[in-house]
């Protein structure tokens, strides 16, 4: 007897991700979590994921913080870091509290990615984990009066030691400490080490493990954000947590230095570096300079995404059948909603100028997209360009959807209201209703 997959859907999802497996394969990320990540119970599973993403070739740099580990270790002494705007002062003490905390958790990490067991999904990994002295430093100095002491900034990367690394196909393990050409130990933001990182080496993703979900101010995930966007949002909402606004801001700043996408995600979440890497939508923040997604004009080499878009309503009888060819004759007459690379909308526009009159055709949404305004937006787009050509009435043939156009201002009307060379190709045996909107 064969083997039955225990978990329902397994084989859909596993073939869907088929595309971001190899997209991802041999390039870079530089993943940056908090110490709070470190001691969570459920970090084995996280540790388990970037092991498969190791695994599936992508290039990783590993960041980690830990402040809850120095704060424990300060307790102890019975010592204090203050904190003045943003920053926190590191003196002497604190200094040895942070270097101690930092080397912990190094070997914590290291243990980690060390584990073979057979019966574990670590079993033959094989994981190299290689750390060093790559970022040097300098100190922030006395800022308003204030003397930060052993509190630095980053001052350079050591792109080409992390890339040998990389190259020997180890991961890059990064802490929070930066150095000086004197031989001086820094305390380093761990978010701004993997801003700095990231931009050095030219990564392909940035991604944060953060606390807490980016949301709106009603509390909804926001999926995706322009360095713009970050800015007014940071401008905007002035109560966000010192963390989270601090890495927004380094996310917008890695975007303007060349990282072409930033992601932060919650890392509560079980699996979430998986579900944001290998799905379409993801499940976290995007960050990105490029549209995300947006509204073009198609190409050729976008016909095959939308042979696939509206196969199933032409087969379901709501549109009429395409072959490719005339699909490929055509496509300067299509828009579509793309999103990450993927056409998730589509609609046509053939005008008669004669009549002053355009027809809106195949317009089509995805099944996974319907009801979060892509037609509507579609729809407006190409309103938009009918006027520019000096049209004056947009008008549809549809046999499914009639009550979708009526809502959004078009009108039955006659058979006879089409101009002449449209309604000599009118399909009687379709029976397709007639509706017109005035532009």
């Known amino acids: 007897m064969k083997n039955k997959v225990d978990k329902p859907g397994f084989v859909d999802w596993f073939r869907a991700s088929s595309p971001y497996i190899h997209a991802h394969r041999g390039r870079t990320f530089v993943l940056a979590l908090g110490g709070e990540a470190v001691e969570s119970a459920d970090f084995p599973n996280l540790v388990h994921d970037i092991a498969l993403l190791h695994g ?3 290039r990783l740099v590993l960041v980690h913080g830990a402040r809850p580990q120095i704060e424990e270790r300060l307790k102890l002494r019975n ?70 002491h052993h509190t630095g900034e980053v001052r350079r990367i050591d792109s080409e030691g992390i890339a040998q690394r990389l190259d020997a196909g180890a991961i890059a393990l990064i802490p929070p400490l930066g150095y000086s050409p004197t031989g001086e130990v820094f305390n380093l933001n761990a978010a701004d080490v993997a801003q700095a990182v990231a931009m050095a080496i030219g990564a392909d993703k940035l991604i944060f493990l953060a606390e807490q979900r980016v949301t709106d101010s009603r509390g909804r995930l926001i999926d995706n954000m322009s360095p713009g966007e970050v800015d007014e949002m940071l401008a905007r909402r002035r109560k966000l947590p010192e963390q989270q606004a601090r890495l927004l801001r380094d996310a917008a700043a890695a975007c303007r230095g060349g990282v072409k996408r930033v992601h932060l995600l919650d890392r ?16 976290g923040t995007l960050v990105t300079a490029g549209p995300y997604q947006r509204i073009r004009t198609a ?5 095959g995404g939308i042979l696939e878009l509206i196969a199933p309503l032409e087969q379901a009888g709501v549109l009429v059948q395409r072959p490719r060819e005339l699909l490929e004759n055509e496509i300067d007459r299509f828009t579509l909603v793309e999103r990450d690379g993927a056409v998730i909308a589509c609609a046509a526009l053939y005008p008669f100028p004669d009549a002053g009159m355009a027809e809106l055709a195949c317009l089509a949404v995805s099944p996974d997209y319907r009801g979060q305004g892509h037609g509507d937006a579609l729809l407006e787009h190409l309103e938009q360009q ?26 039955p009307a006659d058979l006879k209201a089409l101009p002449n ?14 509706f017109i909107k005035p532009l």
């Open 56 to 58: 599936l070739g992508i």
């Open 386 to 411: 009918a006027r520019q050509q000096g049209l004056s009435r947009l008008f549809v043939l549809t046999t499914r959807t009639a009550h979708w156009f009526r809502e959004r201002g078009f009108e």
């Open 299 to 303: 190409g050729i080499d976008d016909v």
């Open 268 to 283: 509560h979440q079980d699996g979430v570096l998986l579900s944001e890497l290998f799905t379409r939508d993801g499940v």
């Open 421 to 434: 060379q449209r309604r000599d190709l009118y399909n009687w045996q379709r029976g397709s209703k007639v």
């Open 79 to 148: 010592a204090d870091m203050a904190v003045v705007n943003g920053l926190r002062i590191t003196d002497d003490d604190a200094l040895a509290c942070v270097m101690e905390a930092a080397g912990a958790v190094r070997v914590q990490i290291e243990a980690l990615f060390s584990q073979g067991l057979s019966n574990s999904p670590m079993a033959g990994a094989c994981i190299r984990v290689a750390s060093g002295n790559f970022v040097t430093a300098r100190p922030l100095g006395v800022i308003d009066g204030i003397d930060y």
